[in-house]
């Protein structure tokens, strides 16, 4: 049973489209976040739901639009698709926002705009 | 602004060579630092969390430690499984913060 789960694994696109990324967490956990890994492979946070309330908005572009219809779940809309965005893209959820609350992450979702 | 810097960013090791992964961070209020390691493909799995100086924690072949500036990730006797990225990360601050990142260290052990 996959803690959290990620859909689609692999994402191909057109400059230009619209396209989203699903997460489902079955931890029972109030927190999910939405990290972008760059080709060197380095980890950022782009966003942080508590409770389907929205905590951290790092400087993303507008085109980046989170939703979080229940604590469980966490989507990435991505709109106007650019070369740039290209990334891996992880879900992940902790219990809390305490400081000992370490993330479980998804597998990933490698996204590749050409 | 808060910093994480990993140590070397890519680490070849023969089986049984033991060998220390740093870690170092800049940040305003260290609240935990993290572990974990990546396999390619996936996503990073937690390894450990250290809060305080002097805190040590192990996990079969890997024990992490932690100062007031850096930490670091003992790996005793390797063996080819645990080749791997291992990644570290802090939260500083207020409650709520999310996880800071070094880009990671990649380790091969060879058998």
């Known amino acids: 049973d996959t803690a959290v789960s990620q859909t689609p694994k692999y994402l191909v696109t057109q400059m230009g489209n619209d396209k989203s990324i699903k997460c489902e967490q079955n931890?029972?956990?109030?927190?999910m976040y939405w990290y972008k890994q760059d080709s060197k492979k380095f980890l950022k946070i782009m966003f942080s739901?508590?409770?389907?309330?929205?905590?951290i908005n790092e400087t993303v572009p507008n085109r980046f639009s989170p939703k979080s219809p229940d604590k469980a779940h966490l989507n990435l809309h991505i709109n106007s698709l650019e070369l740039g965005d290209s990334a891996v893209y992880f879900c992940?959820?902790?219990?809390?926002?305490?400081?000992?609350?370490?993330?479980?992450f998804g597998q990933g979702t490698r996204l590749t705009v050409v | 602004e808060d910093q994480v810097t990993q140590s070397p960013e890519a680490l070849r090791l023969q089986e049984g060579e033991s060998s220390s992964l740093n870690c170092s961070y800049t940040?305003?209020?260290?609240?935990?630092l993290f572990w974990y390691r990546q396999d390619p493909g996936k996503g990073p799995e937690f390894l450990f969390t250290?809060?305080?100086a002097g805190e040590e924690k192990e996990k079969e072949r890997l024990k992490a430690t932690l100062t007031k500036k850096e930490s670091f990730l003992h790996i005793t006797a390797p063996k080819p499984e645990d080749s791997a990225t291992y990644l570290c990360?802090?939260?500083?601050?207020?409650?709520?913060?999310?996880?800071?990142f070094g880009k990671g260290t990649t380790l091969s052990v060879s058998s």
């Open positions: 250290l809060y305080s």
């Open positions: 990360a802090v939260k500083a601050g207020q409650a709520g913060t999310a996880l800071i």
């Open positions: 931890l029972g956990h109030d927190t």
């Open positions: 739901y508590n409770n389907k309330e929205l905590i």
């Open positions: 940040v305003s209020g260290l609240r935990g």
């Open positions: 992940a959820s902790s219990q809390g926002l305490g400081v000992g609350t370490e993330a479980f």
